[in-house]
């Protein structure tokens, strides 16, 4: 079981910048991937960003050159450096864990760009 809880949301101009954390209640050495997922209004959720066990990283299309995934393994925790924000990132992000083929959720923090 794998718990995970989501910090570092809230309100930003067109531009900014904001760092999501994602802490985990165990180690996260032996997760498989870490990744955020983000949900606007009225959308689907989708991936934004994951990084695996061995330190390979993938980002959607949108957000190359502006987020950046990372893991610290010693806090057990995983961040999402976001630059450049722009109003369509508002939405709420998500944490996801996937170890042994199980797929864990955090409750969400929000990001909101204002133009």
């Known amino acids: 079981q794998v718990q995970l809880v989501e910090s570092g949301g809230g309100l930003v101009q067109a531009g900014g910048s904001l760092r999501l954390s994602c802490a985990a209640s165990?180690?996260?050495?032996?997760?498989?991937?870490l990744g955020w997922y983000r949900q606007a209004p009225t959308k689907q959720r989708e991936m934004v960003t994951f990084?695996?066990?061995?330190?390979?990283?993938y980002y959607t299309d949108s957000v190359k050159g502006r987020f950046t995934i990372s893991r610290d393994n010693a806090k057990n925790t995983m961040y999402l450096q976001m630059n450049s924000l722009k109003p369509e990132d508002t939405g709420v992000y998500y944490c996801?864990?996937?170890?042994?083929?199980?797929?864990?959720w955090g409750k969400g923090t929000v990001v909101t760009v204002s133009s």
């Open positions: 990084i695996t066990g061995i330190g390979s990283t």
């Open positions: 996801n864990a996937v170890k042994s083929g199980m797929n864990y």
């Open positions: 165990g180690s996260i050495v032996s997760i498989n991937r």
